[in-house]
């Protein structure tokens, strides 16, 4: 029994020890290479939005709000695509029948609420709208925004179709929030083939007591993606891409 338990207690120890030495495949930029970024919008960014009470801190301590500009403005100087895949609640998402604890929450609290799918009135300015300094990037002709998610990953709209359609398999992705709808959307492109990166410090995740999204984001974005890059990483290894 001894040597048994011995045994055991150095198998941890080696795979721990793998573990703490994960390898990193790396991820370069080429001209297969899209940026995803994820419900860019007030709920999320703003102090004025529903969720600043328990993302804000993340927001504040990640610099979420520049660096994610960043993405955006280097995107914009050499021609880069962006995916933004946002998140938008209707009248009759109200209406569903069963949902998760945070679904409950962000219908309870109106978060991401649109009035109408064909209207945009009460939308400018809205939890659910952009955040002001995005606008003119979002606006611009390299920017792609697709159909609404409607829990956390893409599965629910049109992002992975799009990004084929546009002949991109390669995705940085960054945007809000860290363990919920950028881990989702991590998750599934990896699974449907796309290599994809994340830009760590391009998002951040609600803290509440004994639990922070943001850890736990962390952990799955090193075990899953191909690279984890910094903001000023990833600004440096876009700005090396040369349009064809």
């Known amino acids: 029994m001894r040597k048994l338990t011995l045994t055991i207690a150095l198998t941890v120890a080696s795979v721990s020890s793998l573990f703490a030495q994960l390898p990193d495949p790396g991820f370069i930029v080429d001209k297969h290479t899209a940026i995803v970024i994820t419900d860019p919008q007030n709920d999320f960014l703003s102090p004025d939005g529903v ?10 301590e990640n610099n979420t709000v520049d660096n994610i500009e960043a993405l955006f403005k280097v995107a914009k100087e050499k021609g880069i695509t962006v995916f933004v895949s946002p998140h938008y609640y209707f009248k009759h998402d109200h209406t569903w029948q069963f949902e998760g604890a945070l679904e409950v929450l962000m219908h309870k609290i109106g978060m991401f609420d649109r009035s109408n799918v064909l209207s945009t009135e009460g939308f400018e300015g809205s939890g659910a709208d952009w955040l002001d300094k995005y606008k003119e990037y979002i606006d611009g002709e390299n920017v792609i925004v697709t ?14 179709l799009q990004l084929r359609k546009h002949g991109f398999n390669k995705v940085v ?4 929030s860290a363990n919920l709808c950028t881990e ?3 998750r599934d492109l990896v699974e449907s083939g796309f ?3 994340v830009v760590k410090d391009a998002t951040a995740a609600a803290i509440l007591p004994g639990m922070n999204g943001y850890e736990a984001a962390l952990v799955n974005f090193k075990m899953i993606a191909s690279h984890v890059f910094t903001t000023k990483e990833a600004v440096k290894e876009l700005k090396k891409f040369k349009k064809m």
């Not at 159909?147 to 992975?160: F, I, Q, R, T």
């Open 184 to 186: 989702s959307h991590m």
């Open 51 to 60: 969720a600043w009470g328990v993302v804000g801190q993340s927001v504040m």
């Open 195 to 197: 290599e994809v990166s």
């Open 147 to 160: 159909s609404p998610h409607k829990v956390y990953g893409p599965e629910s709209n049109d992002l992975a």
């Open 173 to 176: 992705l960054a945007g809000m």
